[in-house]
């Protein structure tokens, strides 16, 4: 294994792995009690008023740009005026509202997914690959009124496969829809709003937020749907560090698996 960069103020607990941490925490992980912190909200709120100007998500558009970043204090108002935007439009804060996350793993699918938070909003992740019919069924079983997608191709899925009957109503897309996708939809009777349309209606109509209790939902991860109809599997606010083994251990319900090792846990249901 190549050795990592030095990193200056941290300790290396590893010397195979070249594993490195911070000087006050090489033999044990940070205790989140003492900051007072229970909920993934919590934390979002702690780590703004703590490191509000430092980089949070750092991002470049081409390979050939310098990166770019949000630090933690334009993360944390971003997130809120999407938040803002979506119950401006109609979308009820209460944790019986269920929104779907439609694409890759990325920047904007995190800033979205974190929009949920403060207003206690179930996000439900929704494979980018997934199949027209999976992404019906999810669409029903999950009683999406509203899903974010990060492209025109998803963007048309998700229209060409709507339903009559489907709850769904509302698409945010993160990229600017031509006039045909416009007419899909229209015919469709399904509402499309822009990213950028949505963040500029939250920040003329700033919203109170309603955080979630830690028993709360906040995410239901679906598998693809492969082999037969897509499964959920459903993750609290709640956040807790078992500190043994340095391994992250997320505290589900009982009938929940303990330890989470990526996503394709979800397919051992």
């Known amino acids: 294994m190549t050795r990592t960069i030095s990193s200056k103020g941290a300790v290396e607990i590893d010397a195979n792995q070249h594993i490195y941490a911070h000087p006050e925490y090489s033999n044990k992980l940070f205790d989140y009690r003492t900051c007072g912190v229970t909920t993934l909200y919590e934390i979002m709120k702690y780590a703004s008023n703590t490191y509000g100007s430092r980089p949070f998500f750092c991002y470049r558009n081409s390979s050939d740009q310098a990166f770019q970043s949000y630090t933690y204090n334009e993360i944390y108002k971003l997130t809120h005026d999407i938040g803002s935007g ?8 209460s944790n019986g509202t269920f929104v779907g996350i439609y694409g890759l793993n990325s920047m ?10 403060p207003f206690s909003w179930v996000s439900v992740g929704i494979y980018d690959s997934i199949s027209l019919h999976g992404l019906q069924f999810i669409t029903r079983h999950a009683k999406l009124q509203l899903i974010f997608t990060d492209d025109l191709h998803r963007l048309r899925n998700l229209i060409e496969c709507h339903e009559e009957t489907s709850p769904l109503r509302t698409l945010v897309s993160l990229q600017k829809p031509n006039d045909s ?7 469709k009777g399904l509402r499309i709003i822009t990213y950028d349309d949505l963040i500029q209606i939250g920040q003329a109509h700033p919203s109170e937020p309603l955080p979630p209790k830690s028993t709360d939902t906040a995410v239901i991860m679906y598998t693809s749907g492969s082999t037969r109809d897509p499964k959920g599997i459903r993750f609290t606010y709640f956040v807790s560090y078992k500190n043994k083994s340095r ?18 846990i979800l397919k051992t249901r």
């Open 86 to 93: 979506l119950a401006h439009i109609g979308l009820q804060k």
């Open 181 to 187: 996708l416009l007419q899909m939809a229209q015919i």
């Open 247 to 264: 391994r992250v251990i997320v505290e589900l319900n009982k009938n929940s698996y303990h330890t989470l090792r990526f996503l394709e």
């Open 108 to 117: 904007h699918y995190g800033i979205f997914l974190f929009s949920m938070w």
